[in-house]
């Protein structure tokens, strides 16, 4: 089955989540090797991933594999100075981020009110329930913002398991899919 050339806008969780990459390879070196192999073999399609990114991905990877990288996937970064991005988008943005916050102060403030002595137990529950609260869902970095208007720069499938990012490419109106099923697309599209 062959699909027609198409640009593809590759995340970090592509290769770092366990779920996404697991026909890559069993960790984040391995997944490189696995992708490069694959994108090696596909006649058409164009790999693009912000420097951003990339900086972010060599915490995890070797450099003979971030050297396999730099060799089939184009590093560019998104022009912010052209791209347009409707006010809704950020007004809504803006209302979500404030939603997370007030949520997270009252976790905080549960954390205040509670006298009991197991200190490191109840910090444990009190960041996690914070990040779930405030993190989970939301764009949350630079990198993962460039990865957005890169696609929607580039009008490329946005590749990423993280849940904010997908979010936030439906209200931009980014075409993306999800890291679990690129193994599968760029298996079966030779």
């Keep these: 089955m062959a699909i027609p050339p198409r640009r593809f806008v590759i995340d970090t969780s592509l290769f770092v989540n366990p779920h996404a990459r697991e026909n890559f390879g069993k960790d984040p070196s391995a997944a490189v090797r696995g992708f490069v192999k694959l994108i090696k073999k596909r006649s058409g399609g164009d790999f693009f991933i912000p420097p951003s990114i990339s900086k972010e991905l060599r915490n995890f ?69 914070y990040r779930d609260a405030v993190r989970t869902g939301l764009v949350d970095s630079k990198e993962d913002f460039d990865l957005l208007l890169l696609a929607k720069e580039l ?35 030779k």
């Design 155 to 189: 009008e490329a499938t946005l590749v990423s398991s993280d849940e904010g990012v997908l979010k936030f490419a439906d209200k931009i109106g980014c075409e993306w899919l999800n890291a679990s099923k690129f193994y599968d697309l760029l298996k079966n599209s």
């Design 61 to 129: 990877i070797g450099e003979k594999e971030a050297h396999q990288l730099d060799l089939y996937v184009k590093k560019r970064a998104p022009n912010t100075y052209a791209l347009y991005l409707p006010a809704a988008v950020l007004n809504d943005f803006i209302e979500d981020v404030r939603h997370r916050i007030n949520k997270g102060l009252r976790l905080a403030e549960e954390f205040a009110q509670d006298n009991r002595p197991e200190n490191d137990e109840k910090l444990k529950r009190l960041r996690d329930k």
